[in-house]
């Protein structure tokens, strides 16, 4: 998998995650044998093992990483934590989890710079141009419409690959959930001419 593909997918495993979509996420890293091989995406697999009370899997995951890349620092760290008490409720795991991610993905998560709707199209609700997927912050925002939005357009050059299908089923589902519409209502397409390459335009459009 190209490390641009391997980085969405994983920032997208991650919201799943968060989202306590444990199967999901599971079934997103694992799709690719190459990613899943990878340590972050067996670092984020030990982490949703540990949200689901299986320890003694997660300590496998991260000794297994520790072996094969021993300066992986959140591993090693993880593991020294296993034997302590718990100080914090279920969800901290991924908290450190996130912080990889978010470094791994440097720039693909910028704030999100919402735009007023063109007065020309009286059904169009909210624009968003992001500078990459619509996640955290863009997705909250997305929610904020929910139940004045019937339908949802995506539109970016992300969807050009047809290796992508398995990040293009799992955004189509983040972004219905957000906004409250049916996967159906969710439509693709090409990014609008002159946007930047691997930015997204998120198009609500009222019922």
């Known amino acids: 998998m190209p490390a641009n593909n391997a980085k969405t997918a994983l920032l997208c495993a991650y919201t799943l995650a968060s989202a306590r979509h444990y199967p999901e996420a ?13 340590p972050e995406a067996m670092d984020l697999l030990a982490r949703i093992r540990t ?16 072996s094969l ?3 992986h620092k959140p591993s090693r760290l993880a593991l ?4 302590k008490p718990p100080r914090a409720k279920a969800g901290r795991w991924l908290g450190v989890a996130a912080a990889a991610l978010i470094v791994l993905a440097a ?3 910028l704030a999100a710079a919402a735009a007023r709707p063109p007065r020309a199209e009286p059904d169009l609700l909210a624009t ?7 996640t955290g912050q863009a997705l909250a925002d997305i929610a904020a419409h929910r139940g004045r939005a019937a339908r949802v357009a995506l539109r970016s050059d992300f969807f050009s690959e047809p290796a992508r299908v398995a990040q293009r089923a799992v955004l189509v589902g983040m972004v219905s959930q957000a906004a409250g519409v049916s996967p159906a ?15 997204f335009t998120v198009e609500l459009y009222r019922r």
């Open 128 to 134: 968003w141009r992001l500078p990459g997927i619509p």
């Open 26 to 38: 599971e079934a997103l890293i694992l799709s690719d044998a190459e990613l899943a091989k990878t």
């Open 80 to 83: 020294r934590a296993l034997g």
């Open 185 to 199: 209502n969710v439509y693709l397409s090409q990014a609008p001419e002159g946007a930047p390459a691997g930015s």
């Open 51 to 66: 949200e689901q009370g299986d320890l003694a899997e997660a300590r496998r995951l991260w000794q297994e990483i520790q």
């Open 107 to 109: 720039g693909a998560l």
């Open 69 to 71: 890349h021993p300066e």
